[in-house]
Every structure is written in C-alpha cells, then in structure tokens.
C-alpha cells in the first residue's frame, strides 16, 4: 500500500519564491531514495483555504516511508539543511500529513 506524505502550506508572496526554492531542493533530495514513487509540487490560483501551496511525496510503502524519513534527516544534516527553521525564517505555516494513497 503507497504512502503519501502531504505538506500545505500557507505562505505570503514575499516568501513564496523562497519557498519554493527550498522545497526544490528538498524535492531533490527525496527523489533520489530507494522507494519513492512521485512527487508534485501545487500553486492554488483560486478557492478558499489560508494554504496556497500544497507538496506531495509518494512512497511505495510504509517500509520506504520510514527508511525514507532516517535518511532525509541524514542528509538534511548533512548538507546543514534545516526545514523547521527555514519555515520560521520565512514566517510560513505547514501543516503536515501522511496518508494512505489508494485508487478511486
């Protein structure tokens, strides 16, 4: 069964491009792990909802999902890369889920 993880998130326009740039490079690194499936990045052009960005990250199991998330906290401290305060610098909330990913 896939697990997708979910990150929405509410930024201003000052911070989007920011954002987004850190994300991409996120987004680099959690491609590259043994069982990840896809991942889409979503700008909201219209509706209702404070969150203006939304991330995806699928994962062909919940085994890759857990191996994934050790070796994202490797890296991340590796390379000096610290999403949390990325997210305060730039005054953006996230709210962060992971779900279950079945056909419909």
Do not use: C, H
């Amino acid at each position: 069964m896939q697990i997708t993880l979910i990150d929405t998130f509410i930024a201003s326009e000052d911070s989007r491009l920011a954002l987004l740039e850190a994300s991409r490079t996120i987004q680099g690194i959690l491609k590259t792990l043994p069982g990840f499936v896809e991942g889409f990045v979503y700008e909201k052009r219209s509706g209702g909802g404070p969150y203006n960005i939304v991330t995806t990250a699928v994962w062909e199991s919940e085994e890759a999902y857990t191996a994934a998330k050790t070796a994202t906290a490797a890296r991340f401290q590796a390379i000096g890369l610290n999403p949390p305060e990325i997210m305060r610098a730039l005054d953006v909330q996230v709210d962060r889920g992971v779900y279950v990913r079945t056909p419909y």
